[in-house]
């Protein structure tokens, strides 16, 4: 595996998973948060945005973290790997919270810079409805998805994986689930 994308909701560890993945396997790590965000949160314009996108994309190899569905369609494609972490609501909101408070008015490693961190309600607001609203959509895309997928539903579950990665050979990874697992997955709504 040249290309891992790695998905799932704000809070859900795609950075620090992104992060260890890298080092076990050498591949370069892509945050698309740094990439996406302009000085003071301003988000660029689209089309900038998703020619930077296609710049990233076509790099050989990588290991890309981040939702950004506006441009899913252009880093898909791509992927050889999708890693979903699908971790429960009260898991990523306590992570965000704690987050916030642990780096706020400073920039994150992970960010732009001058993307100070600041407790942001419309966010906690996404996060709250991510399993209900986002959730399906991505299931969706994902289940037309022909490489390796991979579903995540719990940090135990995210750390056995990178403890499998021990024997890492260059080009190979653990298998995960068909692509058809993420139908399965639909149902998760409450938690």
């Known amino acids: 595996m040249d290309r891992v994308l790695i998905v799932g909701c ?5 950075t620090a998973f992104a992060l260890r993945l890298g080092e076990k396997t050498g591949l370069p790590v892509v945050h698309l948060d740094r990439e996406f965000w302009r ?20 790099q050989p ?9 506006n441009s899913l369609d252009l880093r ?19 992570r965000v919270v704690r987050r916030t408070v ?3 008015g400073r920039t994150r490693g ?7 961190e600041r407790f942001d309600w419309a966010f906690m ?17 994902l289940a037309e998805f022909r490489g390796n997928l991979i579903v995540l539903r719990s940090p135990a579950e995210a750390e056995a994986y990178l ?21 399965q997955l639909l149902p998760r709504t409450s938690d």
């Open 39 to 58: 000085p003071g949160w301003t988000e660029p314009a689209m089309a900038v945005w998703r020619h930077q996108v296609e710049e990233l994309a076509a």
């Open 125 to 141: 607001k996404y996060i709250w409805k991510y399993q209900r609203k986002v959730r399906p959509r991505l299931c969706a895309k």
């Open 76 to 94: 898909l494609p791509r992927a050889d790997m999708v890693i979903f972490l699908d971790m429960p609501r009260w898991l990523s909101l306590a």
């Open 10 to 14: 704000s809070g859900a560890g795609k």
């Open 163 to 183: 403890a499998r990665l021990g024997g890492f050979v260059a080009g190979t990874m653990p298998a995960g689930s068909t692509p058809d697992a993420c139908s």
């Open 110 to 116: 992970d960010m732009a810079p001058g993307c100070t």
């Open 102 to 104: 642990r780096h706020f």
């Open 61 to 69: 190899r990588w290991i890309m973290d981040g939702e950004f569905r």
